[in-house]
């Protein structure tokens, strides 16, 4: 059974930076796709960045210039790193496979004012 793990959430000022990552276990060939997806208080789930297995990136246009998504294939792990935060930001940040039901847990990211 695969099984996606996040970490590195936390409470940080706004302005500051936090890093998150996910690392897929368990057995597989490859995973593709992967992307981080936030759900902020109250709000619906909203994708934040994608990356393939190439190394393509796609961002919200909300993040855009300040979250880095990059991954390692060696180690199976996507990382999200989010510069500049801002109180919005704050919600659970989640990674996916894109295009299967494979989630983690979620990382809570709280930014304060």
């Known amino acids: 059974q695969v099984q996606l793990v996040e970490s590195g959430g936390g409470l940080v000022q706004a302005g500051g930076s936090l890093s998150l990552s996910c690392v897929a276990s368990g057995r597989f060939k490859s995973i593709n796709a992967m992307g981080w997806y936030r759900q902020g208080p109250g709000k619906q789930r909203e994708l934040v960045a994608t990356i393939t297995s190439a190394g393509s990136t796609n961002y919200a246009d909300s993040v855009k210039g300040r979250f880095t998504i990059s991954r390692d294939n060696a180690k199976n792990r996507v990382y999200l790193q989010m510069n500049s935060l801002k109180p919005e930001d704050t919600a659970v940040y989640y990674c996916?496979?894109?295009?299967?039901?494979?989630w983690g847990q979620g990382t809570q990211v709280t930014v304060s004012s």
């Open positions: 996916n496979a894109l295009g299967t039901s494979l």
